[in-house]
Structures are given as structure tokens and as C-alpha cells.
């Protein structure tokens, strides 16, 4: 299909629709916008459009035509600028300006037909012109009154800020929050059953399906299932003895409270929240040798993973990672929860940068793709492009000091002082330099203007030898600065009235013509003797009547020597009394003068070979931060700007193109009327509040899906990160409500809503299929049953350390590499993300990807996830130090290894047809295995091999040569029992 708006179809003003471009790939609909209005169809061609024979000549060449040609962007899907070309009513309106496609009855005055035949100024379609018999049938079809099948009126097509209001009161998410009428249960509760408010709201539509709940789980599986949803982490077999033994009626509740009040339940949670944060430990693609770590990123991932253990509410937490800093109840250490706005990639283009804290706020935390609007208003909610530059601009006005503040109080500083010293002697180096840079740059753009100003001239190698011919030339090519020659440029070709006063010769006499320049020149001058010094500074006359211009080059020695002059002497005493003076000294005193150089701007100025300079020392000192002693920690903050300033939309997302002011205020579809807009620095603190205000319909919810969609493997609302006018309402709606509701009533307590989830029937159910029910539900949308998963990869990882013997539980600190030997053996959240070079683990166990906020991971089975438990060498290091610990008893036997390997991999004992298997296993696969390389190690009499040559020995063994128990172990590692929650 060839889609019409490749090109403009209709001549408009150009002057009302800047967009439209002649003989440009473009839109009907914008050329349309500019038309004047002209529509006039007679009562008589309107009877004539419905004869019978019209409507025949339409069905067979005109609608064909249009639907292969035009509806694509001008159809039921698509109607750009408000215009369609699906009904005879819409074609007469035309676009969003109210003008005609076509003249009704009257062809060779429709610009329809001039556009398709190519006679005008715009052609359509561009790439596969119609034919001959087309343009014939549209001319026909025209002439005949556009005769169309009585059709239905034409919905209008609203403007965004209409939808505001009607997809406030018809989008069921952004209807308030409000707690649903609990139905009496028919089930009668019991104390290994009870029913939930959750459960009672889920059972009718349960009940409406001809569907129950499946029975509770038996508690092995039960304990499995929580202990990995709170803490990530298998249960040993005591764990599991203990809860299954245990006959109290209150054994499940303490069993959630027991996890909950675990330091690893923040561990496992932060995770979740890291995904939603995109956090990665690296800052992306460096250029120019710039260190791509992010030294103390892992300070953001600590805070999360203490505000989850404390139950901090998601209200504060969230306004933590939007404005720490300015809120007075928090704590220097909650200075570290800004990382959510700067752990993100760090694009080359800052534009890249701020549009990514405006995806990870509104995604991660409101359920909305505001994102969606930088370009154009959003194509389905009622997001103006406006309201997405609202948002921009509180972050485009705020940014990441060059130093980050310690977040350690003094007497901890204390213990560090030599490592400060060194890092300050590093600063001071720097500041050093950036000094000598500044006063390098000062004295050569004051000592030598004629050289820049020469070069604003024309800049180019052929020119730069005859300037080099010049007695008042004194840089040579290479020393010329592009950043002074560029502010030299805008600083001259500015025409305000205060800069041509003193530049208005410059512009009139460059523009004469090069044969007879010198007389030209003079006539001009000596016309000016006439002009006031309100027109013309005296001084500038004064120094062209002086020395007579023989070229346009010496201009540039008139004009140099002038300002060198009057610039070295502004501190004279008369300096300022002389008007004449004054007013050029006060012109060279701009903020944009080139002689003004700002010590705070210098990086501005740098060339490449500064740039580099710097970026290397500041390397040295990056490098002593990502190496500085462990609890020397650093918040990647943000500061506002002093005197934050004005952002403008940016037309179709150019920063070149700037149309109407975009006041820093939350977003209209979640605001009252009188929306204020932000007055506070940057706005982030009031931002914050609107977010998290109980009247805004969307974050409470969007905060409890993702809880559900964690413990049951599968969201209510099926797009967490989009409650958009495209998001379908929820199945079990009343249950998102009723737990979104209690959330903000109850102190928006993370580790109550827990409690509510687990608690219910809901949770405890079994995994098992039942054939009734997958006939009915088979996606389960009516939580019949739950939902069996595989291990996500931090748990599985961390799983596989733990049953080694091997897991490191220690809190907090520094990330560490996890994918080479030695391996670390601390868990996962502590690994290190490099987003620019993810390792191929990751990839393969569906890790989310670091770039940007994501709502749910891929869920994925591949053979290289197989293929990592058996080659692997730290899968392979782990299974010989499980079997290690297995041999460590005093000459086991193999049913007392089988037995011991089942207790530590899966909390329970094998069945005698288990036991079997294993048994058959090992006799069969032994003589078919070399001995491995290390026997010592798997030792029945020691069982006591250094942990260290383990894993050299692990990292160096191929697989082909492990010894029969290890190969068992693996077996194991693989099942799904492992691998899976019930």
C-alpha cells in the first residue's frame, strides 16, 4: 500500500502551518490546517450522491482506490491532523482547520485532483504516481457529487485536552480509588482455609465460571513458595521440617512475619524495584576515554534494599527518589534514593538523558508512556505534548554535581583521611588546570581579536595563507580556539540594537562586492558622518575614518585594535563617563562576549585536546573512587538549578524548534482545574506530592499490581507499567481496588500488603492443573489455582550457592563481578550490570535490560540455559563443592549420598524409586567417566579441599571429566523441582 500522506495534498498558507514544506514528503492533513474554510454542497448533488449507479461506480473504482491508497494514515486507525478519508462527510470537512478535500460536483477546482495529477505544488502520491484510469475515476466520481452509501455520522475526532475529561470519567483506571462492597463468601472458612476479603472478591467470578479455588498446597510447598517470594532463597530442610511440623493455627502468619523480618526480604524486593529503576552500575557507551563506571551506584541499590527491610511507606519512598533532598524528614543517608534519577544510561545527547527520568518516573511509578509525547500528543491517552515538557522541564533543571556528597557522618570520615587526602590532592590538581585553561583562553581571546575576527570573516585553509601574509596576523591556524571562534561568530552576527550601534559597519560593509571594494567602502563611511550616536558609537566611525579600508580583511584590524584598545583600558577612570566608551565597554560585557570567559563555564569552552586532558585526570580520580574504602560512601544525587529556567515545547521533538512555554506542573488528566504549577526550585518535591496524593487514581494501583503480578507470577492489570486508555479493565478489578485502597489507608505499608496477599486462599492454593478448570480458564484470569514459575535468575543463582554451601550473606557493599573466576560468592543483587556489555548470562536467564524501566521480565526456556548447568564453570564449581559436603560424612554410603543430596537440594528425602535411579546412575555412568582432575578434592576421608584451588580447578575442568557424583549433582541442579515454584 502506498499511504497518501507521503506528500502534501492541498496549497495552504505557509505562514499558518510552518511544517508544511513545498514539494515535501508530508501530510494532507497539514496542509489543510492553514486553508481557509470553503465548503458548499447543494441539496441537489446531496440527492444525486446516493442514485444507485453512483453508489455502484464508487463500490467498484473509488472505495478500492482509497482503501488502497489513503487509509493507511487517513482511515479508521490513522487520521493525521483530524483528517479522513473513509466518508464522504469527513472528505468534505477536510482536516483540522475545517477545509474541503475535494469540491463537491466540481473536480477541476479540488486540489484532490491537482495533487494526483501532479500539477501543483505538491504530488501525490510521491513514489508510484496514480494511473491515468485512476485520476479518471476520481475525476468521475467527483463530477457525479462524491455519491457514498448512507452512512452513520462521523464521530468527531477530539482534540487531547477534550479527552482529558472524557477519559477521566470513562477510563476505569482513572476513576478514584475506592474500596469495593466485600461479598459474603459461600464457602465456609476453616483454619486450614480461611477466606480472605481477597478471596471473597475473588470467588464470585470464580463462582460465575462454574469455577473454585483449588485446594491449599501441601506446606513443603507452601514454605518453598514463600521463602522464594520474600527472601529469594530455598528453605533448608530444617526450615521446612520445622513449618511442617508446626500444628499452631497461627503457624503460616509466623511464618510470613519470620521472612518478612529477614534482612534478605529487602534484598529480594530491592530487585524487583531495580528492574523498575533500570539500575546498572555503569553509565553506557564513554567517549573520549571516560571512565563508564558509576562509582557508587551501589549506594542507590543499598537504600532500596533498607527501605524495604524497614517497611519504609511507599509514599516517602517514592518521594525519596524524587526529591531526598528536599524533604525535611528524611536522613542525610536517604540522600542516596536520588540514584533512581541518575542510575539511568547516560546518552551523549542530554535531551536522551532527561527523557529517560521522564519514562522511569511515569512508567515506573504512574502506569502512564508520557514518553509517548515528546514528538506529538499522545496518540491514545490525554497527554499533550505540552504536559511532557512540563514534565521535562523540572528535570532539564536539575543535573549531577561534579562532586558527590559523602553520606557518612564525621566521625566515620575520620577513619578515611588518607584516602581523602589523596582524593583532594587529585581535585586540586584539576582545579589547577581548569585555571590555567581559563586564563590561556582570557588572555588570548583579549589579546587578539583582529586574529578571530579575521577568521569570522571567512574561515577556510586557503584563506588562512593569505592571512598569514598580514602584518596584524599573529596566531598561526593551529592555535586559533574553535570555542573562541565560534563565540567570536554568534557574538558578531547577532543584530540586536545595542550590538548594531557598534557592528552595523561590519554587516554593510562586508555585504558590498570585492572589485572596487576600497572606494565603495568609502563612500559608505563617510555617509555615515551623518548618523547619531544613537545609531552609530562614535568610536567605531571615528576608527574606520582613521584607517581606510584597502580590503574586507582590514576590517577586521580597525575593529581588533578597536576593542583590544578599549578593553585594556575599561579600568581607566573616564572609562565609564564617556557615553561613547561606556556603551561599547558595556557591549563587551555581555554574558556572550568572547572576552568574557566565566571560570564556572570554562568546560564549555574546551577543545578536543582540553576535553581530554581533563577527562583523563578526572579518570584518576574516578578510579580512586571506584577503588575508595569499603562504607565511603557517596548519594548520586541531583541539584536544582539556582534560578531554574523556561522550557518551551519542542516542535515534533526538535530542540531547534521551539513553540509555546511548558510551565513545570503535573500532568492535566491526573490534576484539578486550577492545576498549580511548581514553584519550588525544579518542582521534583511537588511533583513528588502530586504523585503519591491519594486523589491520583493511579499509583497505589500500579504499585499493588506489580506486588500481585511477584507473587503470582502474573499481573492483574496485564501491562503494569501502562494503565493507559489502551489497558483493558482487569478482570478482578475489585480486588486491585480493595488492596490499592486498604494500601493507602493502612500508611502505605509495603510488608502489610504482603501479609494480605499471602494470607489469602488465593496464594496458598496448589499449582496442580485440573481439567474442568483449564477447559474454562486456561490463562487462569480467574486465579483458580496458582501459578507455577520457573526460578528468576537472581534466586537461582543465589539458590545454587546456598545448597553449595557457598552462599555469602553478607549486606550491602560494592558491586562485584559475578561471571569470572574467581567467582563471588555473594548474591546476585550484588553482582555488577554493565549496560553497555551485558554478559551473555543475563541475556540468557531473561534478566531486564538496564536501558529503561521494565514493567515484567521475558519469561523464556532455551537450550543455554541447559547448557550452563552442565558446562558452566561456576555451575560446575558449585556442584563439586555440594558433593564435597555430602562426602564430608565419615564414609557414606551411596544411599546415605543419594539421601543427603535430595535433603540439601530439595528439603526432603528421596522415594525409594528416586533412590533407585540414583543408585542405577552412578553404577551405570562411573566406568563411562574419567576420574577428575582433582581427586583430593571430592576425598571421602578428608572432604576438606581449599575453597580457593576448588574453584581454579572448577574454572579449568571440562566438563567431560567430572567424576560420576558431580555429574549426579548437576542432574539434579537441572530438574525442574529445582528450577520451578510450585
Not at 573562541?484 to 562586508?510: I, T
Not at 563612500?523 to 581606510?548: C, F, S, T
Not at 553482582?831 to 515484567?856: E, H
Request: aromatic share 8%; glycine share 4%.
Amino acid at each position: 500500500m502506498i499511504p497518501i500522506t507521503s506528500r502534501p495534498l492541498l496549497r495552504v498558507a505557509v505562514s499558518q502551518n510552518p511544517t508544511v514544506h513545498v514539494r515535501g514528503r508530508f501530510s494532507i492533513a497539514a496542509l489543510l490546517a492553514g486553508c481557509v474554510v470553503a465548503i458548499s454542497a447543494s441539496t441537489a448533488r446531496c440527492a444525486d450522491a446516493n442514485n444507485e449507479d453512483g453508489i455502484r461506480f464508487f463500490e467498484e473504482k473509488v472505495r478500492p482506490l482509497l482503501s488502497a491508497k489513503c487509509y493507511e494514515c487517513h482511515g479508521p486507525e490513522k487520521s493525521e491532523s483530524g483528517l479522513r478519508l473513509d466518508s464522504r462527510a469527513s472528505i468534505l470537512r477536510g482536516g483540522a482547520s475545517d477545509t474541503p478535500a475535494a469540491q463537491d460536483g466540481d473536480p477541476e477546482h479540488s486540489l484532490l485532483i491537482e495533487s494526483v495529477k501532479h500539477e501543483g505544488d505538491y504530488e501525490m502520491p510521491p513514489d508510484e504516481p496514480l494511473s491515468e484510469a485512476e485520476i479518471d475515476h476520481l475525476h468521475q466520481w467527483i463530477k457525479m457529487g462524491m455519491p457514498w452509501p448512507e452512512e452513520a455520522p462521523v464521530k468527531p475526532t477530539l482534540t487531547v485536552e477534550q479527552r482529558v475529561s472524557v477519559h477521566r470519567s470513562e477510563h476505569w483506571s482513572l476513576q478514584p480509588v475506592k474500596s469495593p462492597t466485600i461479598p459474603e463468601s459461600d464457602t465456609t472458612s476453616s483454619v486450614d482455609s480461611p477466606r480472605t476479603k481477597i478471596d471473597r472478591l475473588l470467588e464470585p467470578k470464580l463462582a460465575d465460571a462454574g469455577l473454585s479455588f483449588s485446594p491449599v498446597a501441601d506446606r513443603r510447598t507452601l514454605i518453598r513458595r514463600a521463602t522464594y517470594d520474600l527472601i529469594g532463597l530455598p528453605p533448608t530442610q530444617k526450615q521446612i521440617d520445622a513449618f511442617v511440623n508446626d500444628e499452631r493455627p497461627d503457624a503460616w502468619p509466623r511464618l510470613i512475619d519470620q521472612l518478612l523480618d529477614s534482612p534478605h526480604y529487602g534484598e529480594r524486593w530491592a530487585r524487583h524495584w531495580l528492574d523498575v529503576a533500570r539500575y546498572a552500575d555503569t553509565r553506557g557507551y564513554s567517549p573520549g576515554g571516560r571512565d563508564k563506571r558509576f562509582p557508587f551506584a551501589y549506594t542507590y541499590r543499598d537504600w532500596v534494599i533498607k527501605a524495604f527491610n524497614r517497611d519504609l511507606p511507599y509514599d516517602d519512598f517514592v518521594r525519596c527518589q524524587l526529591a531526598a533532598d528536599m524533604m525535611d524528614s528524611a536522613e542525610p543517608a536517604d540522600l542516596a534514593a536520588l540514584g533512581f534519577l541518575t542510575v539511568g544510561r547516560q546518552y551523549l545527547n542530554r535531551l536522551d538523558v532527561i527523557d529517560d527520568q521522564v519514562d522511569a518516573v511515569t512508567r515506573g511509578i504512574l502506569g502512564l508512556t508520557v514518553s509517548c509525547a515528546r514528538c506529538h500528543d499522545h496518540k491514545f491517552d490525554a497527554i499533550p505534548t505540552q504536559d511532557y515538557y512540563s514534565l521535562f522541564s523540572i528535570f532539564e533543571n536539575c543535573s549531577s554535581p561534579d562532586e558527590l556528597p559523602l553520606i557518612i557522618d564525621e566521625a566515620e570520615k575520620a577513619k578515611f583521611s588518607e584516602f581523602l587526602g589523596k582524593l583532594e590532592a587529585e581535585k586540586q590538581a584539576i582545579e589547577k588546570r581548569l585555571d590555567e585553561i581559563h586564563e590561556q583562553l582570557k588572555t588570548q581571546t583579549q589579546e587578539h581579536p583582529t586574529d578571530y575576527l579575521a577568521r569570522v570573516i571567512e574561515s577556510s585553509a586557503e584563506r588562512e595563507a593569505f592571512l598569514q601574509e598580514q602584518d596584524f596576523i599573529s596566531l598561526k591556524p593551529i592555535e586559533v580556539h574553535p570555542r573562541l571562534l565560534n563565540r567570536w561568530k554568534a557574538f558578531v552576527n547577532r543584530k540586536d540594537a545595542a550590538r548594531m550601534k557598534v557592528f552595523m559597519p561590519w554587516h554593510e560593509l562586508l555585504a558590498l562586492g570585492d572589485d572596487g571594494f576600497a572606494e565603495s567602502a568609502q563612500r559608505k563611511i563617510e555617509g555615515w558622518n551623518e548618523l547619531p550616536a544613537e545609531k552609530l558609537n562614535p568610536l567605531v566611525l571615528d576608527a574606520l575614518l582613521q584607517q581606510p579600508l584597502k580590503n574586507k580583511t582590514e576590517l577586521a584590524r580597525v575593529y581588533g585594535k578597536l576593542i583590544h584598545d578599549q578593553w585594556g583600558a575599561r579600568d581607566e577612570e573616564n572609562a565609564k563617563s564617556d557615553p561613547s566608551r561606556k556603551a561599547l565597554l558595556d557591549l563587551l560585557s555581555l554574558d556572550d562576549s568572547p572576552l568574557v570567559i566565566k571560570r564556572e563555564k570554562i568546560r564549555e569552552m574546551f577543545d578536543q585536546g582540553q576535553r581530554n586532558d581533563v577527562a583523563k585526570r578526572e579518570g584518576k580520580i574516578n578510579e580512586l573512587n571506584s577503588n575508595a574504602p569499603e562504607g565511603l560512601d557517596r548519594a548520586m544525587i541531583v541539584v536544582d538549578r539556582e534560578h531554574p529556567g523556561v522550557t518551551r515545547v519542542m516542535i515534533r521533538g526538535n530542540a531547534g524548534r521551539r513553540g509555546e512555554e511548558a510551565p513545570r506542573r503535573f500532568l492535566k488528566l491526573l490534576s484539578p482545574e486550577d492545576r498549580p504549577v511548581f514553584q519550588n526550585g525544579a518542582g521534583r518535591l511537588e511533583l513528588a506530592d502530586a504523585i503519591v496524593s491519594k486523589d491520583n487514581p493511579l499509583t497505589a494501583r500500579v504499585f499493588v499490581n506489580r506486588v500481585w503480578m511477584h507473587h503470582f507470577n502474573q499481573p492483574l492489570v496485564d501491562t503494569p507499567s501502562d494503565f493507559g486508555i489502551q489497558c483493558p479493565e482487569p478482570v478482578q478489578r475489585d480486588v486491585l481496588d480493595f488492596l490499592a485502597a486498604d494500601f493507602m489507608q493502612n500508611g502505605w505499608s509495603v510488608k502489610r500488603l504482603h501479609r494480605q496477599i499471602m494470607l489469602s486462599h488465593a496464594y496458598r492454593q496448589s499449582s496442580v492443573n485440573r481439567d474442568d478448570c483449564l477447559q474454562v480458564d486456561p490463562e487462569n484470569r480467574l486465579w483458580w489455582r496458582m501459578n507455577r514459575r520457573r526460578l528468576e535468575f537472581e534466586s537461582f543463582r543465589d539458590s545454587l550457592l546456598a545448597v553449595a554451601g557457598n552462599l555469602d550473606a553478607k549486606l550491602f557493599g560494592k558491586s562485584a563481578p559475578i561471571t569470572t573466576a574467581p567467582f563471588s560468592h555473594r548474591r546476585t543483587i550484588y553482582g555488577t550490570i554493565d549496560r553497555q556489555d551485558l554478559p551473555n548470562l543475563f541475556r540468557a536467564f531473561d534478566f531486564a535490560s538496564p536501558d529503561q524501566s521494565v514493567s515484567k521480565r521475558s519469561r523464556t526456556i532455551v537450550p543455554q540455559q541447559s547448557l550452563f548447568m552442565l558446562n558452566s564453570p561456576f555451575a560446575i564449581e558449585q556442584s563439586q563443592q555440594l558433593v564435597a559436603h555430602v562426602n564430608s560424612e565419615s564414609e557414606p554410603t551411596d544411599d546415605q549420598r543419594i539421601a543427603k543430596l535430595y535433603q540439601t537440594i530439595f528439603g526432603r528425602q528421596p522415594t525409594a524409586e528416586e533412590l533407585e535411579i540414583g543408585k542405577q546412575f552412578v553404577t551405570v555412568a562411573e566406568p563411562q567417566l574419567s576420574e577428575p582432575e582433582s581427586p583430593e578434592a571430592q576425598s571421602s576421608e578428608t572432604g576438606k579441599a581449599d575453597e580457593a584451588a576448588q574453584s581454579d580447578a572448577a574454572s579449568q575442568t571440562p566438563a567431560a571429566s567430572l567424576d560420576v557424583w558431580t555429574r549426579y549433582a548437576q542432574m539434579l541442579l537441572m530438574t525442574n523441582e529445582f528450577e520451578f515454584i510450585d
